[in-house]
């Protein structure tokens, strides 16, 4: 059965605290032993897409929530800093003023801003007095194929002029190739040169071939300390996927109950649209529980989606839609 995600106006929910995913050694026998039945996932995706969604009020309340859990994203390489500015701007306030103030949520924000290396500094100060946090995309985002030793050094930069968080990019042919070894040790080292600021590993898993193998990257990942596991750049051929969500969010179930850590999930690429973020937020509820509701253990990359949600909350208060123009974003 379906579990309902009818839930009250979402700063009602309940705020997270939990410990840092500190990794393990790496255990090639569990990772041996992971499989995927795509066939069966396919399936459980394909029931998801055809679930009733919510409605009214309690839509509205699920809408302001995905706002909360938006890295609202912009890596272009015609970014500019006043691109990043307005963005920022944007996730200060999400949502005008006078709508937030009438749905109840006047200090909503979103989940994090997240650019390039390049555009950290701006980003930052753009954010300042606010709890917004930077992300920064590193490693060679996003083939992740230069120079290792530029790859860390790209990671410590970005950290050092102010990025929260830092989203890594894998070596895909590591995976490709059943080297989990290298890949822990990638992971581990550019966890290491995180520091304080938190890790998502991006598995790029339109780039892995196989449910299993995006399974077994996923764990890896984990079993190296990385705070989040990415599902995309947005720049590969297929980014999210329902299917792969689900692999994803396996994995992440399975490594909470033998270690006992939670790990984030960040469905990243080509999610645009409100309806697939209620659908994204009803498949964490029924999979992983509430605490994956939270900023701290959920995120959607998006560099869209803010604005197809705007447009429906406005939708929800006037009875009109209005042109998706009047909801850019940088
Ligand atoms: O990590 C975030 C993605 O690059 C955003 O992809 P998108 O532009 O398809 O929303």
């Not at 499989?35 to 699920?62: D, F, M, P």
């Not at 969500?245 to 990243?268: H, N, Q, W």
């Not at 998006?302 to 940088?330: F, V």
Request: positive net charge; proline residues 4%.
């Amino acid at each position: 059965m379906q579990t309902d995600i009818r839930t009250p106006t979402p700063n009602l929910l309940p705020q997270l605290t939990h410990a840092r995913n500190p990794g393990m050694v790496l255990d090639l026998d569990w990772v041996a032993s992971v499989q995927a039945n795509t066939s069966a996932i396919e399936r459980r995706a394909a029931t998801l897409g055809g679930r009733r969604s919510v409605k009214k009020e309690y839509q509205a309340a699920w809408l302001l929530k995905a706002i909360s859990l938006i890295d609202l994203t912009t890596l272009s390489g015609d970014d500019t800093p006043g691109r990043v500015q307005r963005l920022c701007a944007k996730a200060r306030q999400p949502v005008r003023a006078e709508m937030l103030q009438t749905l109840g949520v006047p200090n909503l924000t979103v989940g994090a801003v997240c650019v390039y290396h390049d555009m950290v500094e701006t980003a930052v100060r753009a954010l300042e007095g606010s709890t917004i946090p930077v992300a920064a995309v590193s490693t060679g985002f996003p083939a992740g194929l230069s120079p290792w030793h530029l790859r860390l050094a790209e990671i410590g930069e970005s950290v050092k002029v102010g990025a929260k968080e830092i989203d890594i990019v894998i070596s895909r042919r590591h995976v490709l190739t059943g080297n989990w070894q290298a890949l822990y040790d990638e992971m581990r080292e550019m966890r290491a040169a995180c520091g304080a600021a938190h890790v998502k590993a991006i598995l790029a898993t339109g780039e892995l071939q196989t449910l299993r193998n995006v399974a077994r990257a996923s764990l890896v990942c984990m079993m190296a300390g990385a705070d989040f596991i990415k599902t995309s750049t947005g720049k590969e051929a297929v980014n999210a996927t329902l299917p792969v969500s689900l692999t994803m969010i396996r994995a992440i179930r399975d490594y909470e109950a033998r270690t006992g850590f939670k790990v984030g999930y960040k469905p990243a690429g080509g999610i645009s649209k409100a309806k697939d973020a209620l659908l994204y937020l009803a498949l964490m509820k029924d999979e992983l529980g509430h605490p994956w509701l939270q900023p701290e253990l959920f995120r959607f990359g998006a560099s869209s989606l803010l604005g197809d949600i705007e447009r429906q909350l406005e939708h929800y208060l006037t009875g009109h839609y209005s042109a998706a123009n009047r909801h850019a974003m940088g």
